[in-house]
């Protein structure tokens, strides 16, 4: 079993930045993907970024340039660094583990609200 929880959502004018954790803890295998999700109201959830466990990453074009994914192994944490920020990445944010290799489903966080005033 494997516990997320996110936490910096908050609310941030046109411009500005948020800083998003996710802490991750139980069974962590050496080979997974962590990602980044959002969720706007009436919207799909989509993938914003995910890193794996040999740092490779990938970002959805909207946020290019603007977001940045991280980890600290040593704390079994992510981090989105999200700059730029922009009224439509108004979104609930989620992270999600996939552990790889094994036979085991993925895992999602509880999600944490970033709101952007224009």
């Known amino acids: ?18 800083r998003l ?7 962590i295998f050496n080979m997974y993907v962590m990602s980044w999700y959002r969720q706007a109201p009436g919207k799909q959830r989509e993938l914003v ?9 990938n970002y959805a074009d ?11 192994n040593a704390k079994n944490t992510i ?7 922009k009224p439509e990445d ?11 290799g094994v036979p085991r489903g993925d895992y999602w966080g509880q999600g944490t609200q970033v ?3 224009s």
């Open 62 to 72: 909207s946020v290019k340039g603007r977001f940045t994914i991280s980890r600290d």
């Open 21 to 27: 954790s996710c802490a991750a803890s139980g069974s």
């Open 49 to 57: 970024a995910r890193i794996t466990s040999g740092d490779s990453t």
């Open 115 to 117: 709101t952007v005033s």
């Open 79 to 85: 981090y989105l660094q999200m700059n730029s920020l």
């Open 1 to 18: 079993q494997v516990h997320l929880v996110e936490s910096g959502g908050g609310l941030v004018q046109f411009g500005g930045s948020l």
């Open 90 to 100: 108004t979104a609930v944010y989620y992270c999600n583990y996939l552990p790889l």
